[in-house]
């Protein structure tokens, strides 16, 4: 049974540039969530998808959108980068909406912005 | 705004030694509480998780974890560690009956010797 995959594993970019970063949720999740982690800090919510919406997001400007698609899968991505966008981007996986349900989360997606 | 504190950024034990990583949040309503752990070159994974009842909470690998109301506290506990606890211990909280995003603290380092 396959985890939480993240992809590209790192990435590097510069300021100004757009970045796209994919997840794809535990098997019989739906819910997806994205995350960033500055180093040093803890992980941060950025927004949750449901049944191809976004359900909740986090205090983080229209930059950062995303999409989730019908097998569940979702992309996040961030427009126009800032040094400070350098992270680890987690996602996390999870079954139905309901914040009681355990969250799966994967390796993360190192993104560095020179 | 919700926030979550940890007090201890790094904590160094020695094996078999007594845990305790104090983790406070602000927030006067209902809210969930959550430990999650990240071992070296591992995903984030629930160590344990409150919801209701019994405010004492048993987790993995001999964690437990108590809720105090009245403190606003979910400190973290483990009677005798072990070399294998060496990782980032993170708590986490989201407020019931409002926006159910969930809110992680700094993190702690826990390094154990031999």
């Known amino acids: 049974d396959a985890g939480v995959t993240q992809s590209p594993t790192h990435l590097i970019k510069t300021r100004g540039q757009q970045v796209t970063l994919r997840c794809s949720p535990k098997?019989?999740?739906?819910?997806v969530s994205w995350y960033q982690q500055a180093l040093g800090q803890g992980p941060q919510f950025i927004f949750q998808?449901?049944?191809?919406?976004?359900?909740q997001r986090g205090n983080f400007p229209d930059r950062f959108s995303g999409h989730q698609f019908p097998n569940y899968s979702s992309e996040l991505n961030v427009n126009a980068l800032l040094l400070g966008d350098s992270a680890l981007y987690l996602c996390?996986?999870?079954?139905?909406?309901?914040?009681?349900?355990?969250?799966?989360f994967g390796p993360g997606t190192r993104l560095t912005v020179l | 705004a919700q926030s979550v504190s940890q007090h201890n950024h790094h904590v160094i034990l020695s094996e078999a030694a007594s845990l305790e990583l104090g983790c406070n949040y602000s927030?006067?309503?209902?809210?969930?509480l959550f430990w999650y752990v990240q071992y070296p070159g591992q995903h984030l994974q629930l160590l344990l998780k409150?919801?209701?009842?019994?405010?004492l909470v048993k987790g993995i690998k001999g964690f437990e974890a108590e809720f105090i109301k009245s403190k606003f506290s979910f400190n973290l506990r483990k009677p005798s560690v072990q070399w294998s606890d060496t990782a980032e211990y993170f708590c986490?909280?989201?407020?019931?009956?409002?926006?159910?995003?969930?809110?992680f603290g700094k993190g702690t380092r826990l390094h154990i010797l031999p």
């Open positions: 986490a909280v989201n407020a019931r009956n409002r926006d159910d995003k969930i809110i």
């Open positions: 927030y006067g309503g209902t809210v969930n």
């Open positions: 098997s019989g999740h739906d819910t």
């Open positions: 996390a996986s999870s079954k139905g909406d309901n914040p009681y349900n355990e969250q799966f």
């Open positions: 998808y449901y049944e191809e919406e976004e359900r």
């Open positions: 409150y919801f209701s009842g019994d405010p």
